[in-house]
């Protein structure tokens, strides 16, 4: 080496020269090493074989996996499915019932035959009682809202007969505290 470069690289002359002397030394015992590990390849081969390990096999490529559990996934639901659905048949009940046959009605005498109500059983009818409801206007309320909340569906005829139970003109002039008459009429529900 230059003694300007070893100014620069601040080693000294007696550590270049034991760099020197290991370079020297590593390829004088290089080839010693080699044939030392070759010696023991030998040893361990020799050694496995004795054991009577077999080389590993090559592993399978990831797309031989996925098509097999693929594969296995698409059987087993198709069992499960038949499974589930013979138990539906099992557990169902068959309808056997026979079906009365129809008597036909003869049509020869021209005249109609008029059936009389059951006189027997005395029902109670009770007449229905149409009430109002009242709803105080709340903030944020509109009509369409309150038809939703009374009515369960938006229907332009409902509200319009709550405009004309409480006398509007205008739907959208709501306002709050304001009290509403909520028709109930079996003819609006």
């Not at 230059?2 to 390829?27: D, F, G, H, Q, W």
């Amino acid at each position: 080496m230059k003694s300007t470069t070893l100014r620069r690289s601040n080693i000294t002359r007696e550590k270049v020269a034991m760099m020197e002397a290991l370079n020297r030394y590593n390829r004088e015992h290089q080839d010693e090493d080699f044939y030392r590990k070759q010696s023991k390849t030998r040893e361990l081969d020799a050694l496995w074989q004795s054991f009577g390990v077999r080389p590993q096999r090559k592993e399978k490529a990831p797309q031989v996996y996925f098509v097999t559990g693929l594969v296995v996934g698409v059987i087993i639901t198709l069992i499960i499915t038949t499974f589930v659905s013979l138990l539906i048949n099992v557990s169902t009940p068959k309808d056997d019932s026979v079906v009365a046959p129809v008597k036909k009605v003869s049509t020869g005498t021209g005249k109609f035959r008029f059936i009389p109500a059951d006189t027997s059983v005395d029902k109670k009818v009770t007449p229905v009682v149409v009430t109002n409801e009242e709803y105080v206007v709340k903030e944020g309320d509109t009509l369409e809202s309150i038809v939703i909340r009374f009515y369960g569906s938006f229907d332009m005829d409902k509200v319009s007969a709550i405009q004309d139970a409480n006398k509007m003109a205008n739907p959208n002039a709501l306002s709050i505290g304001q009290k509403l008459i909520i028709p109930m009429n079996k003819g609006i529900n």
